[in-house]
Each structure stands twice: as structure tokens, then as C-alpha cells.
T-cell receptor
């Protein structure tokens, strides 16, 4: 059974640019959530999608957005990148009663 | 607002010794999770604890949950070097399908 796939694995962007990250969940999982991990703030919840609808949103500015497609794949977008957006972005796939499985993450560096 | 605190943040121990990591959470939580993270890697699921008094064991690791005390513990028995990693607990609150993580415990097991 394939796991959670995140692409790309690494990204380097310049301040002010925008970036799109992708996450393909485990087959059959309809919930996808996103987390940001930084040394200073730890692991923080960004948002969660279920059946193409955002169900929960964390405390992040509007520059952070996401969406989910009918095949449950999800993308998150960060616009007007800031240095502080440098982080490991983790996607988690979940199904009722089966917990959360995390992808390998996308490491974003903003220069 | 659900808050999760772990202690200690850093733990250096000798091989063969036992130790416990503590995870306190502030409000009612549906589920409690434990994850392991190796440097530069994603989160590996260790345990999901669903109810008061739940105890799960895998190898040298045992996790327990006391919902009345809002406390989960991860006990390490006869530590070996391969257990060196950062361990996170995460609570899933009643507000939705999202995890609130503790700050992590960096474990170093010395020969």
C-alpha cells in the first residue's frame, strides 16, 4: 500500500515569490492535513481538508492557503514568501479510526 | 485552546537504562498519539491511545494514557542506541480533526 507522497522534497525560493506544495494521500483516505515544522515554533497545524472542503484552519496568515481535489490530492500555496516561512511542511493522511500517516515532507528554504 | 507540554525536552541516557517521557495536555482530548522523528526525516507513528487506561507496547517502548490526569507517558526500557531520536506526543481535541503537538523530547542514548 503506497504511503503519503509529497512533492517536491526540497525547494529554494526567493522572498516575495509564491510556492505550491503537493500531497497525495493514502488510497482511500479522504482527509488531508498540513503542518509546518520549524525549530522555533515546533509543529503547528495549518489546515485540514475533507472531501474537497476545508474543515479546520490553524492560526496562520491568509498567505497560506490550500485546496483538495476530487481524488483527495491536496495542494498548499504560500504567497509572498517571507524568510520565516522556511520550514519543513508535512502532510498527513487519515481515515476514520486509523490515525494519521505523515509524508516525507517538503523542505522549503526562502532566501 | 488545547495545549500540550512534554518533558523533558532533552534526555541523555546510557544504554540499558530505563526512563519515562511525560506528556500533559490542557483540555479534554479524544486521542493521544506518539511519533518518532529522526533527523531530517518525517514523523513515524508509534502509538495511538484511545481511552483512559490504554496501554500499548512495542519492543522497548510502552505508552499509557490517563485521561483523568490528562497525562500520557512513553516509557523506555533498557534503552539502546537505535532509540536515539526526537519523540513527539500529539493530542487530538474535540474541536476537529487536527493534532496539537508537544515540543518534542530529544533522546540520545549513549553506549
Amino acid at each position: 500500500k503506497a504511503g503519503v507522497t509529497q512533492t517536491p522534497r526540497y525547494l529554494i525560493k526567493t522572498r516575495g515569490q509564491q510556492v505550491t506544495l503537493s500531497c497525495s494521500p493514502i488510497s482511500g483516505h479522504r482527509s488531508v492535513s498540513w503542518y509546518q515544522q520549524t525549530p522555533g515554533q515546533g509543529l503547528q497545524f495549518l489546515f485540514e481538508y475533507f472531501s474537497e472542503t476545508q474543515r479546520n484552519k490553524g492560526n496562520f496568515p491568509g498567505r497560506f492557503s490550500g485546496r483538495q481535489f476530487s481524488n483527495s490530492r491536496s495542494e498548499m500555496n504560500v504567497s509572498t514568501l517571507e524568510l520565516g516561512d522556511s520550514a519543513l511542511y508535512l502532510c498527513a493522511s487519515s481515515s476514520q479510526g486509523h490515525g494519521y500517516t505523515f509524508g516525507s515532507g517538503t523542505r522549503l528554504t526562502v532566501v | 485552546e488545547l495545549k500540550v507540554e512534554q518533558n523533558p525536552l532533552f534526555l541523555s541516557m546510557q544504554e540499558g537504562k530505563n526512563y519515562t517521557i511525560y506528556c500533559n495536555y490542557s483540555t479534554t482530548s479524544d486521542r493521544l498519539y506518539w511519533y518518532r522523528q529522526d533527523p531530517g526525516k518525517s514523523l513515524e507513528s508509534l502509538f495511538v491511545l484511545l481511552s483512559n487506561g490504554a496501554v500499548k507496547q512495542e519492543g522497548r517502548l510502552m505508552a499509557s494514557l490517563d485521561t483523568k490526569a490528562r497525562l500520557s507517558t512513553l516509557h523506555i526500557t533498557a534503552a539502546v542506541h537505535d532509540l536515539s531520536a526526537t519523540y513527539f506526543c500529539a493530542a487530538q481535541g474535540n474541536a476537529g480533526n487536527m493534532l496539537t503537538f508537544g515540543g518534542g523530547t530529544r533522546l540520545m542514548v549513549k553506549p
